[in-house]
């Protein structure tokens, strides 16, 4: 079975820079496995912000980037605002079947 | 404006059917993969299904898959997913999202409200 790891929590200073990574059991994410990233706060669905690894949809304010490194997803924060507070999800494609990874509760404090 | 509402929820015995809908509304709906993504309480995201634009290709969790059908209707822009043999870990929010259109990189981009359903005896 197929897993997809994140990690569970992350702090980040008002300001500050967090990187959150998304790793696959079977091995190096790449392109090919089209990395989306997805924030979701208390009480709401889940909103999109990042897909094929780095693209940015058309809302996802500008400090939000997504890339490829080490063998994994990576999305980063820079000048975490106290309303980047939430959880945030990864999901990886795997022709056909796809998998969230278990999400990272970040923390602005 | 692309708006998604789910519908059919509710609370339903162990090894008792439901079925989901989602109406989609604001763009083309017969040209975008559509998907099914549930969330158990107090838990993360699981991917459950996704259907083609056409209908052609049809992809499943290994958690539901035997169990759940999905479907879609391009005539009345709508989506479905026929659950079965409802076992208490089925228990979650189940929200419809928008995929990728033909030919476009692998995404959901929108996500409906999401809707509850409770599986108790």
């Known amino acids: 079975q197929t897993v997809v790891t994140q990690e569970p929590s992350l702090t980040v200073s008002p300001g500050g820079t967090v990187t959150l990574t998304c790793a696959s059991s079977?091995?190096?994410?790449?392109?090919?496995?089209?990395p989306n990233w997805f924030q979701q706060k208390r009480g709401q669905a889940p909103r999109a912000l990042i897909y094929?690894?780095?693209n940015k949809h058309s809302w996802t304010p500008a400090r939000f980037s997504g890339s490829l490194l080490g063998g994994k997803a990576v999305l980063t924060l820079s000048g975490a605002q106290p309303e980047d507070e939430a959880d945030y999800y990864c999901?990886?494609?795997?022709?056909?079947?796809?998998?969230f990874g278990g999400g990272t509760k970040l923390t602005v404090l | 404006q692309v708006q998604l509402v789910e519908s059919g929820g509710g609370v339903v015995q162990p090894g008792r059917s439901l079925k989901l809908s989602c109406a989609a509304s604001?763009?083309?709906?017969?040209?975008?993969?559509m998907h099914w993504v549930r969330q158990a309480p107090g838990k993360g995201l699981e991917w459950v299904a996704v259907?083609?634009?056409?209908?052609?290709?049809?992809y499943y969790a290994d958690s539901v898959k035997g169990r759940f059908i999905i479907s879609r209707d391009n005539s009345k822009n709508t989506l479905d997913m026929q659950m079965n043999s409802l076992k208490t870990e089925d228990t979650a929010i189940y929200y419809c999202?928008?995929?990728?259109?033909?030919?476009?990189?692998?995404?959901?981009?929108?996500w409906g409200q999401g809707n509850l359903v409770t599986v108790s005896s």
């Open positions: 999202s928008r995929g990728a259109i033909v030919g476009a990189p692998k995404q959901l981009d929108f």
């Open positions: 094929s690894g780095s």
């Open positions: 259907i083609s634009h056409d209908g052609r290709f049809i």
């Open positions: 999901l990886i494609y795997y022709g056909g079947v796809q998998v």
């Open positions: 604001g763009f083309i709906f017969r040209s975008y993969a």
């Open positions: 079977t091995g190096a994410v790449t392109s090919s496995y089209y």
